[in-house]
């Protein structure tokens, strides 16, 4: 995994998602099967690249668990 930090959107709550189809979000040229995100409401973020299918998917499952169900 690698994490980046950003300052942008306020209050993305934290989620789970698959890279995007066109590729714009290819960190490094890494391969990577999707990323864990969220930020406060001062809009500091972050951004974790995750690479493994299995640490995707225990995420999340957790995240549903968690949220209610939601992603």
Do not use: H
Not at 8 to 25: A, M, S, T, Y
Not at 49 to 66: G, P, Q
Request: proline share 4%.
């Amino acid at each position: 995994m690698k994490e980046f930090t950003w300052k942008g959107e306020k209050n993305r709550g934290l989620q789970i998602r698959r890279p995007c189809p066109c590729g714009c979000d290819v960190r490094d040229g890494r391969p990577g099967v999707g990323y864990l995100t969220g930020s406060d409401d001062e809009g500091n973020g972050f951004t974790v690249w995750i690479e493994s299918e299995e640490v995707f998917l225990r995420l999340a499952r957790m995240l549903a668990k968690n949220n209610g169900g939601k992603r």
